[in-house]
């Protein structure tokens, strides 16, 4: 539970632990390090962007809040590339000012069709895009074939490895985010039927 990625927990008390005295605290526990950004996958993903050959930069984790939003999309914009999100990410920011993305398909003819053409595949913060076990027909791996991954950093380090990126491919540049839109106030008569409209 304490781990940058977060994870589940379980607490078990005794019965009377409300009416009688505890023992000992627990000792603390190591303060966790956030990942750095690995040179070799950095270089690598930048050498992809670079190559002008059809590229997706796939995001999950710490990638699909703001500040990794921001740098995939400026990243993207800057490399020709797309951004696609994971089908379905723990948490994905969106809303004004944030960069809108579009998420993997669910079922595998459609993901393969987004993927189609892909010669590298960036993987931030995501895994490799797999189909659910045994569809009838349909390979589990949705990696186009000839398409070359790329792991650019695990579920933590992402949104920092993408900004690096950004900073390098794209520096000086802003995300393009989504615009607040808000109806019109309604106008006419206060009715259950307006209301339910």
Do not use: M, N
Request: hydrophobic residues 50%; negative net charge; glycine residues 8%.
């Amino acid at each position: 539970a304490a781990s940058l990625r977060g994870a589940v927990s379980t607490l078990i008390l005794p019965a009377d632990v409300t009416w009688t005295d505890g023992v000992s605290a627990a000792p603390d526990r190591a303060v966790v390090v956030a990942p750095t950004v690995d040179d070799e996958a950095a270089r690598a993903s930048a050498d992809a962007l670079r190559s002008g050959a059809p590229t997706i930069i796939l995001i999950g984790g710490d990638a699909t809040r703001k500040p990794g939003l921001s740098a995939a999309v400026r990243v993207a914009a800057a490399a020709g590339a797309r951004v696609l999100c994971e089908t379905f990410p723990a948490r994905l920011e969106r809303g004004a000012g944030i960069p809108a993305v579009e998420r993997l398909a669910y079922f595998a003819e459609a993901a393969e069709a987004q993927l189609a053409g892909t010669a590298h595949l960036i993987l931030a913060g995501a895994t490799s895009p797999v189909s659910f076990f045994a569809y009838p027909g349909k390979p589990s791996d949705l990696v186009p074939e000839g398409c070359e991954v790329h792991l650019l950093a695990e579920h933590a380090g992402a949104a920092a490895a993408l900004e690096r990126l950004a900073d390098e491919l794209a520096p000086g540049t802003t995300a393009d985010v989504a615009a607040a839109v808000r109806p019109d106030l309604p106008t006419g008569a206060l009715t259950a039927f307006a209301v339910a409209a």
